[in-house]
């Protein structure tokens, strides 16, 4: 039975809303064509759980069986907010598909655990499974949940959901996180660029609940097999940006750099058209750009911040600043009077 359970093929279902609950019993997750399978692929699989950490156990049942939220959807696959029966929770993120074997997707996880966990401004990766039609990652939940839910929920409703000290600390955050990636040491391990983020983004910025930040994904990129997919799947920007400003899925620093900027743009109040050639407007307060209630020294803190942004977005990767220069830049700005 467990054998035909896992020769079964699962289709994707129609992902419900952001915070619909469902319940994670299988069906809901997945679903077969196969009435059969449905008893067979719910087994007692474990989680492999990354480092030295032997006194954790989870099963695949036990996820199964989960109480689900989902959190997001992109070309690499979902993630998920599992809460398990004895109330741990924990984010998951599903692949569509991977491009390596078990036994390598092991090791890369494996490896992007360890960096991730040294690192006060990333999303530990704790545990992870690869079974024949479902592969997965283990990380922490933040109850705040993303820095792309504070800002739309927060215009939804028409309110200023951060102030700007909150996002200044946010950006300085995420500042250091892409730091601690760029200057990993080696750069390349074993088939595996670890010094690349690859897939910054405002959806990636989990928040905490003092509205500290830390970067999750870092490098699961390496891990998906990315296909050419309908619109649906593209990585579109909210319905407030330009198309210039879609995020990059290069896998280089350059590119973490320019999604870098798109981040501070939206968190200062949204990309606009030409705002390169509008900037002095701004400056002088006859273009109303941010969405958030500054004067003086914070107004100087924000233009700064502008500037940054602007740079790390120019058109000629070359031009962009490295991190090094960026985190200069922000004591520069932590520094104005």
């Not at 156990?57 to 398990?84: C, D, F, P, Y």
């Not at 233009?303 to 520069?332: H, T, W």
């Amino acid at each position: 039975m467990l054998s035909r359970a896992l020769e079964a093929k699962p289709r994707w279902s129609p992902s419900p809303r952001y915070g619909d609950n469902i319940s994670c019993k299988l069906g809901s997750i997945l679903e077969y064509s196969d009435e059969d399978c449905l008893v067979g692929f719910i087994d007692d699989m474990p989680l492999v759980f990354c480092g030295n950490n032997t006194e954790s156990h989870l099963t695949l049942r036990e996820i199964l069986r989960a109480s689900v939220a989902v959190m997001g959807e992109s070309r690499l696959g979902m993630t998920e907010k599992a809460v398990l029966l004895e109330g741990k929770i924990y984010a998951v993120k599903r692949f569509r598909n991977v491009c390596v074997g078990r036994r390598e997707f092991g090791k890369r996880v494996e490896r992007l655990a360890r960096v991730s966990q040294k690192c006060d401004y990333l999303v530990p990766v704790r545990a992870y499974l690869y079974a024949k039609r479902i592969k997965f990652v283990l990380s922490e939940y933040y109850p705040m949940g993303s820095l792309a839910d504070l800002l739309s929920a927060g215009r939804q409703f028409g309110h200023t959901a951060l102030d700007w000290h909150q996002r200044l600390m946010i950006a300085l955050d995420i500042a250091r996180a892409i730091a601690f990636v760029h200057t990993q040491c080696p750069p390349y391990e074993k088939k595996m660029q670890m010094n690349v983020h690859g897939n910054i983004k405002a959806s990636n910025v989990m928040i905490n609940s003092n509205f500290s930040a830390c970067l999750s994904d870092y490098g699961l990129a390496q891990l998906a097999e990315i296909e050419e997919v309908s619109d649906t799947w593209q990585r579109k920007p909210p319905p407030y940006m330009q198309p210039e400003y879609i995020y990059s899925d290069e896998c280089c620093q350059k590119s973490d750099i320019y999604n870098f900027g798109i981040i501070l743009l939206d968190m200062l109040g949204g990309p606009m058209n030409c705002i390169i050639e509008r900037k002095e407007e701004i400056k002088r307060g006859k273009i109303q750009f941010f969405e958030f209630s500054v004067q003086g020294k914070e107004k100087q803190q924000a233009l700064k911040v502008l500037d940054i942004a602007l740079a790390c977005k120019n058109v000629s990767p070359d031009a962009r600043p490295s991190i090094e220069q960026i985190l200069e830049y922000f004591g520069d700005v932590i520094s104005t009077k």
